[in-house]
Each structure stands twice: as structure tokens, then as C-alpha cells.
């Protein structure tokens, strides 16, 4: 099976199923909701991302599994061990990325067949296009290999 990518950049709101927003609009709007208690709370909760790697569903979202282990550094990071609020940016979105993979009630409900996870690696996706800082994680892991 060829692995999907995800480029969408419009989005139906969750909050507003009669209104489409725009992916950068959610996170923007999520990220505000992230703080630096959320963010190191986030490591109690790596099984659950690492869980959602393994199922047969996300195994056609080569990407999102990939994306998922840079999150999982960055959970794991120094950097988030030592936040404080407000957080930088990139660890919001970061955070917030984290979350929405989670939540399996989000704008495409992780239950239905074969696309449940598209919209997860398309919001996780757009946070690592929207911060570049965040591919300090990936090269990390290349060196480490």
C-alpha cells in the first residue's frame, strides 16, 4: 500500500461544522489552549500516542507514525521539561498536535475505516511546516540511528 501524504489547507471547523476554516485558523485557535502544565502532562500519555501508532488504521499514514515519534521527542525534550508559560510557539503547536492525535472525536472521527487519521497527520503535518525549529528534533533522531 502506497503511504498517503496530506496537503488539504481548508479544513471543516469542529466547533462549526457549517463553517470551513482554515487548518492554520484551528491551530492557532487550539494552540492558545495549550499551556506549560498541559505540555508536561503530555508524557503520561506517550502509550496512548505510541497505542494509536500500532493500529491497523495507522498504518497506511506512514507519515503520521513518523510525526508521531518526533512528537514523543519533543515530549520527552529538556526543553519541555524546563517550560514555563507563555510557551514558545512551537512547543504550543507542538502540544496541541498531541492532543487533537488523541482525541479520536475530532474533525474526522478516528473510528470511521481507511481515513479516520487523515485529518490528524494533515494538522500534524501543517505544525511541522509552520515551525521550522521543529525539525531539530528529526535531524537528532537521523544522527542518533
Known sequence: MKPLTHRSRVIVSPYNPE???SIDELIDAERANMDSYGMKQLVALVPSLRAKMETEQARAHYDLIQGVEVLIQIIH????KLCTDPLPVHLAEAGMAAAYILNGADIIPDSIPEIGLTDDARILARVFERNPVLRYYRERDALQA
Open 19 to 21: 463553517k470551513a476554516v
Open 77 to 80: 525534550s529538556q526543553e519541555v
